[in-house]
C-alpha cells in the first residue's frame, strides 16, 4: 500500500498583488520504508512541499488544489486536532537549524518527555527510559549525561542528533528531514547520514530527504525527485537519475559538483537565477538557463511524462548520460 | 625578487587565554597559595606554510580546527602569540597600511560583512575614495571594470544587499576585495553558504581572477571537492596542527595522514548506488583539553599504544609532509 499520495498538490500565497502559487501539479508518491530525495536550488519550493505535507505552511501560505493522501486520509483537508495527532506521532519532522528546532531554556530531557506525553500517557519512569534508548540509538555517547543537558552545552552535531532522537520518539512511518545536514562538518554530516539510513532500514521507516545538494541525498535516497520552480521537472530511480539524466536542469546540477577530473577545467556552470514566483515565463520555466532550450521551449510547457517509473518535464530530454 | 613567496607564515601560534573569575583566583590563592592555572587554547599552533604569487592554497579542516583564526592572523585582525608572518618579505607587522591593502577578505556570509543600510555601489565607491585608489573622476569607470571583471549587472549595483541574490552578493563581496587591486586574497568559506549551480559560478570567478590578475589565495573551505578543483597546493589542519600537506590532488587521491583519508572519505560525492558510510567516530574534542600524543588519536581507527602518547613527526614526502604514526602505504 502506497504510504504518501500526494496528487496534483498546489500551494499558494496571498500576497498584496493577489495570490502567488508557489507550487504547481505536484505529484508524488511514497512506498512504506522508501528514501525519497528531494533536490532543487533555494526557492525551487522543495522546503514548501514538506512543510505542505505536515500543514506547517507559514502564514498566508494554504494547499489551493490537489490532496496529500496519507493512509489514505487526507492531510490536506484534515482539521488542527487531527494534524496534531499526526504531527511528530505518524510523521516526524527534522529541520536545518537544531538551535531553532530546540527550546533553549529547556533540558533536553524536559523535550523529549513532552514529545511523547503530547501523545501517550506513559509512566514517567517508562518515557526516560524511552528515551534514553532513542539517544544511544542516534549515537550519543553518554546518553545520561546529555539526557539532563541544555541545548547550548552541546555541539552542533549532537543538537541535530537529539533533534533525530525527538523524531524517533514516537516510531513515526515517515520522516521528513529538510537540510537537516546542510549547516554540518563534512565527518558529522556522514555520520547522521549513516544513521538515518540505518534506522529507517532498521525500522522500516519512509524518509523524504530535502537537500540542495545532489551528491548528499544521491548516497542515501532510492529515488531522487528533483525541483524547480515550484515544478517537480524529473523523478526516478538514483541511478537513473545520476547516470541517465534526462531533464538539463538535473545535468546541470550533477556537473555543477566539481569531480576528480575536474580540476583546471573550468565548472560547468548553470547561467543565471532561478525566476521568481511572481514572474514565471512561459513555456518551459528552464528555457532561459537551458543550453539546450528551442524556440518551441519558450511558448509551450512541456508535458512530464514516466516511463519505467522515471519521469521528466523536457521537450528537448538529454540523451547521452552524464556527458 | 621572483622567488619570494608573497606569503610566508612559519611557526605561526595564536593562544588564546580564557579569563579566570575573581572568585576561582581567590579561592586558589588561600587554598593552593598561587594562582589559579591559566585556561588557554591554542588554537593554531605551529602552522608553517607559504604561498607564491599566482598560487592557490586551500586550507581544510573541520568547525573548530584553526582554519579561520590562521586568515585572521594574516590579515592582521589577530597579533600572532608566537611565530612570523612575512608578506612579501616583510613582516606583516611593520607593513604600512598601504601595503596591507595588497590583504584582501572574503568571507562566509555577504550579508553579514555588507552594510545593509548602503546601496553596494555606494560601500564599494566608499572604499575607494577612503584608500585613494583612484581619482574621484576616474571612479565610475573603474568601478564598472571590476563590475564587468566580476560578472555583476550594474543595474544592481544601486541596490541594498538584501534585494539581490546570494550569489549576486558574494560577487558583491569578492568586487570590493578586488577594487583594492589585491595581490592575495583571503578566502574563508566563500562558497559554503551557496547553492550548488551558483557555487559553480563563483568558483569559475575565483579561477577566471586569478588567470587574469594573477592573484594569489588562501582559500578556506570545508568541501573538499572545491578545493581539489580550485586549489595547487592543499594543507589539512586538525585541532590548530597542520596534519598533512601537498599538492591538492596528490592528497585526495593518496592522503598519508588517516584523518585526510576520512575526511575525504566522508565528502559527498555524487553516486548511481546507495553508499556504505563508514563515518569517523566522535567529533572534534574540545581544543581547551588537547589528547595526548597524536590529536586525532581519539577517532583514528587505526591508534595504537604510540599514537596516545607521543606526537607523531614530520614525515616528508617528495612533494609534501605529513604527521603520523601509522600513515597509508604508497600503492
Known sequence: ?323 | MADTPILSVTGLTRKFVQSTPMTTQIASLITQRRWAPEKAVRAVNDVSFDIAAGETLGLVGESGCGKSTVARLVAGLLTPTSGTILFKGKLLQTCSQKELLKIQMVFQDPLSSLNPRMRLAQQLTEAITVHGIVSRSEQETYLRGIFGDCGIDPILANRYPHQVSGGQRQRFGIARALAMQPDLILCDEPVAALDVSIQAQIVNLFAKLRRDRGLAYLFISHDLNVVRHLCDETIVMYLGRVVERGPSTAIMANPRHRYTDDLRMAAPRVSATKRNFSPVHGEIPSPLSPPSGCAYHTRCRFVDTRCKTDMPPISTTPTGAFTCHNPISIT
Open chain 1, 1 to 323: 500500500m502506497t504510504l504518501l499520495d500526494i496528487k496534483n498538490l498546489e500551494v499558494s500565497f496571498s500576497a498584496r498583488k493577489g495570490d502567488l502559487r508557489i507550487l504547481y501539479g505536484i505529484d508524488l508518491t511514497l512506498q512504506p520504508g522508501e528514501i525519497l530525495g528531494l533536490v532543487g536550488e533555494s526557492g525551487s519550493g522543495k522546503s514548501v512541499l514538506a512543510k505542505a505535507i505536515l500543514g506547517l505552511l507559514p502564514g498566508g501560505g494554504s494547499v489551493s488544489k490537489g490532496a496529500v493522501l496519507f493512509e489514505g486520509q487526507d492531510l490536506a483537508q484534515a482539521d488542527p486536532k487531527a494534524m496534531r495527532k499526526i504531527r511528530g506521532n505518524r510523521i516526524a519532522m527534522i529541520f536545518q537549524d537544531p538551535m531553532a528546532t530546540l527550546n533553549p531554556v529547556l533540558r533536553i530531557d524536559e523535550q523529549m518527555r513532552e514529545a511523547i506525553t503530547a501523545h501517550r500517557s506513559l509512566p514517567r519512569a517508562e518515557v526516560n527510559a524511552r528515551c534514553i534508548a532513542i539517544l544511544n540509538k542516534v549515537g550519543i555517547p553518554a546518553p545520561e549525561e546529555r539526557f539532563v543537558s541544555f541545548p547550548h552545552q552541546l555541539s552542533g552535531g549532537m543538537r541535530q542528533r537529539i533533534a533525530i532522537a525527538i523524531a524517533l520518539l514516537n516510531d513515526p512511518v515517515l520522516i521528513l528531514a529538510d537540510e537537516a545536514t546542510t549547516a554540518l562538518d563534512v565527518t558529522v554530516q556522514a555520520q547522521i547520514l549513516h544513521e538515518m539510513h540505518r534506522l529507517c532500514a532498521d525500522e522500516g521507516t519512509a524518509l523524504i530527504w530535502v537537500s540542495h545538494d545532489l551528491s548528499v541525498v544521491s548516497g542515501i535516497a532510492d529515488r531522487i525527485a528533483v525541483m524547480y520552480a515550484g515544478r517537480i521537472v524529473e523523478c526516478g530511480p538514483v541511478e537513473q537519475i545520476v547516470l541517465n539524466p534526462r531533464h538539463p536542469y538535473t545535468l546541470g546540477l550533477i556537473r555543477s559538483v566539481p569531480a576528480e577530473d575536474s580540476t583546471g577545467h573550468e565548472l560547468h556552470q548553470i547561467p543565471g537565477l532561478m525566476p521568481s514566483p511572481g514572474a514565471l515565463p512561459q513555456g518551459c520555466v528552464f528555457a532561459a538557463r537551458c543550453f539546450a532550450a528551442t524556440a518551441h521551449c519558450r511558448d509551450v510547457a512541456p508535458e512530464y511524462t514516466e516511463t519505467n517509473g522515471h519521469g521528466f518535464a523536457c521537450h528537448v530530454p538529454n540523451q547521452g548520460g552524464q556527458i
